[in-house]
């Protein structure tokens, strides 16, 4: 059987992905949070940016990143292995949060209420989805979000790097698992499925991504200049 959805990733993690280090690709869009901090603050701007939700939080280090920044911010992943590991890395300060700080959720189902972010922060996360939930994790960000979003989306295939790095075996690797098994090996000696030919699912150019924003409130503000192997990223603004 082909892994799909929380399955897919929750054994992804459980091989220890999101410990190899690369999980840094929020990095570019905490910059575009970190300016528009600074403008508001300097032109009181109408649309807050005070608290911010990752989806996709992965080990917990934008949510981290988002604390140091005086911002309040939670996170949301759809494996409860990253979730855990993000607990354990950061740790819980209802101070900090907005409701609990981590949370095991799919980006096509939040646990929040209404407008409960001035902002949501998402980071090469909206490719993984099959085509059929784009439309329901559409609703969902532009539900929770009060008045922006940061999105960085893949355009590019994820073919390869699953077959061909090799897994850190987190937390401990079952018997039959190999230290130098790639992620692919290592689920499938661990759950007896194979990994899916393809880790992005819906991959699309920016322009296709916004269009999919146009039956909400939520407009283009700019794009974010990005490396292209990094493509693409882009802010958006409630037009009330």
């Known amino acids: 059987m082909i892994l799909k959805g929380e399955a897919l990733y929750e054994a992804l993690y459980r091989a220890g992905y999101g410990s190899e280090g690369l999980m840094v690709h929020y990095k570019p869009m905490l910059a575009e949070?970190?300016?528009?901090?600074?403008?508001?603050?300097?032109?009181?701007?109408?649309?807050?940016?005070?608290?911010?939700?990752?989806?996709?939080?992965?080990?917990?280090g934008g949510v981290n990143a988002l604390w140091k920044m005086g911002l309040n911010?939670?996170?949301?992943?759809?494996?409860?292995?990253?979730?855990?590991?993000?607990?354990?890395?950061?740790?819980?300060?209802?101070?900090?949060?907005i409701g609990s700080c981590w949370q095991q959720a799919p980006v096509t189902r939040l646990p929040f209420a209404n407008d409960s972010f001035d902002a949501i922060l998402s980071t090469d996360v909206l490719e993984h989805l099959e085509p059929w939930e784009v439309n329901r994790a559409v609703r969902e960000l532009t539900r929770v979000a009060r008045n922006w979003l940061f999105l960085k989306i893949?355009?590019?295939?994820?073919?390869?790097?699953?077959?061909?790095?090799?897994?850190?075996?987190?937390?401990?690797?079952p018997r039959g698992v190999g230290a130098r098994d790639t992620f692919a090996a290592a689920v499938r000696k661990r759950t007896g499925h194979e990994l899916p030919p393809q880790l992005h699912t819906t991959i699309q150019p920016v322009r296709w991504w916004v269009d999919r924003f146009a039956t909400t409130p939520f407009r283009q503000h700019h794009r974010v200049g990005l490396e292209s192997w990094a493509c693409c990223g882009v802010v958006l603004y409630k037009d009330f």
Do not use: F, W
């Not at 649309?47 to 990752?54: A, E, I, N």
């Not at 911010?73 to 949060?97: H, N």
């Not at 893949?154 to 690797?173: H, L, V």
């Open 33 to 60: 949070i970190r300016k528009l901090k600074t403008q508001q603050q300097q032109q009181q701007q109408q649309l807050q940016l005070r608290s911010v939700l990752d989806v996709g939080c992965s080990h917990g």
């Open 73 to 97: 911010a939670s996170g949301v992943d759809i494996s409860q292995t990253a979730v855990d590991m993000a607990r354990r890395s950061y740790g819980e300060d209802p101070r900090r949060c």
């Open 154 to 173: 893949s355009n590019r295939a994820e073919t390869i790097r699953m077959n061909s790095t090799i897994a850190p075996i987190a937390p401990i690797a």
